[in-house]
């Protein structure tokens, strides 16, 4: 798990680094766009201890599935696709990124994934280390991963490319790239895209959640082009840097609300429902409240 050349992220660790320290000298001795806040020393700490802890997270993640899926390959898969042909690996990063979309938008709207998920959107800035503000949680991510061991898949081939796919990532998460050549906005995941993805105005909310293609936000109706520079950051901004706060209140508050719950409905409706939903609502009714909070912050931060 521990060799670069079976695990792409860590090898791609030093270049993110790299990156990052490139992108905060621009920040301080190129002239800035004064709507770009930059970098907060709080803040990026913050994100990179996240980032640490995540590597460890991901790795109990991979030691755990690899046996699953092993079992799954060996013995329930009706065939296996060669691992040494560009075929092969071309479909199993497509079909991974699609994977990666219904996750993440899984996770987006079902209360029990937003709580392990919500840690990378907590913070207020939008550079490459927001990129390292990773949960602690991807139990979500094995899930979806499960059918390509069925198809045919490798599993060592699945950490492979889902490596790539999260460096493919990382560099979204920047705003010193503004808007790109027509195409590849068109049909790959961009900055642009991303900072929408990020960004808590009520016209922003749920979109954007491609991780290599955005194709697939075009293809499902959760599109949204960038319109203005996005308000980063929760609906209800969490004020703090306690990484067990962001990693794990918001399943301590899920625990709370599943506890003082009178019927099993509700208790599994505040676990499956979306973040803010309450006994008696929609899903549509659900969102509103999102909306109506954050249309409120910026009101508040115009004044």
């Known amino acids: 798990m521990l060799d670069p050349l079976k695990n792409p992220t860590l090898a791609a660790a030093p270049f993110f680094v790299l990156t990052l320290?490139?992108?905060i000298a621009a920040f301080k001795f190129l002239e800035s766009?004064?709507?770009?806040?930059?970098?907060?020393?709080?803040?990026?700490?913050?994100?990179?201890?996240?980032?640490i802890g995540s590597l460890a997270s991901s790795a109990v993640l991979k030691v755990s599935t690899l046996v699953v899926f092993v079992a799954l390959s060996v013995y329930v898969a009706p065939w296996h696709l060669p691992d040494?042909?560009?075929?092969?690996?071309?479909?199993?990063?497509?079909?991974?990124?699609?994977?990666?979309?219904?996750?993440?938008?899984?996770?987006?709207?079902v209360r029990i994934g937003w709580a392990a998920h919500q840690a990378h959107h907590s913070s207020e800035y939008f550079n490459f280390s927001t990129a390292l503000r990773q949960k602690w949680n991807p139990w979500a991510e094995a899930i979806f991963w499960a059918p390509f061991p069925l198809l045919g898949?490798?599993?060592w081939m699945i950490y492979?490319?889902?490596?790539?796919?999260?460096?493919?990532?990382?560099?979204?998460?920047?705003?010193?790239?503004?808007?790109?050549?027509?195409?590849?906005?068109?049909?790959?995941?961009?900055?642009?895209?991303?900072?929408?993805?990020h960004g808590s105005d009520p016209e922003y909310l749920d979109k954007n959640y491609a991780g290599i293609f955005i194709v697939w936000d075009r293809m499902f109706g959760t599109f949204q082009q960038e319109l203005h520079?996005?308000?980063?950051?929760?609906?209800?901004?969490?004020n703090t840097y306690n990484l067990l706060k962001l990693q794990y209140g918001p399943f301590a508050a899920l625990l709370r609300d599943v506890r003082s719950a009178d019927r099993w409905r509700d208790?599994?409706?505040?676990?499956?429902?979306?973040?803010?939903?309450?006994p008696g609502q929609t899903r549509t009714e659900a969102h509103q409240p999102q909306l109506t909070a954050r249309a409120s912050l910026r009101r508040r931060r115009a004044a």
């Open 21 to 23: 320290l490139i992108e």
């Open 84 to 109: 040494d042909t560009w075929w092969s690996w071309a479909l199993l990063i497509v079909g991974l990124d699609l994977s990666f979309y219904l996750q993440h938008r899984f996770v987006h709207r």
């Open 267 to 278: 208790k599994i409706g505040y676990v499956v429902m979306p973040p803010g939903w309450h």
């Open 160 to 197: 492979i490319a889902f490596g790539f796919n999260l460096i493919f990532q990382f560099f979204q998460h920047t705003e010193r790239i503004g808007t790109m050549w027509r195409p590849i906005e068109l049909i790959f995941n961009t900055p642009s895209h991303h900072r929408v993805h």
């Open 153 to 155: 898949f490798e599993p």
């Open 33 to 51: 766009d004064s709507d770009m806040r930059g970098y907060e020393k709080k803040d990026a700490r913050t994100s990179l201890l996240m980032g």
């Open 229 to 238: 520079r996005p308000t980063y950051g929760l609906t209800v901004p969490v």
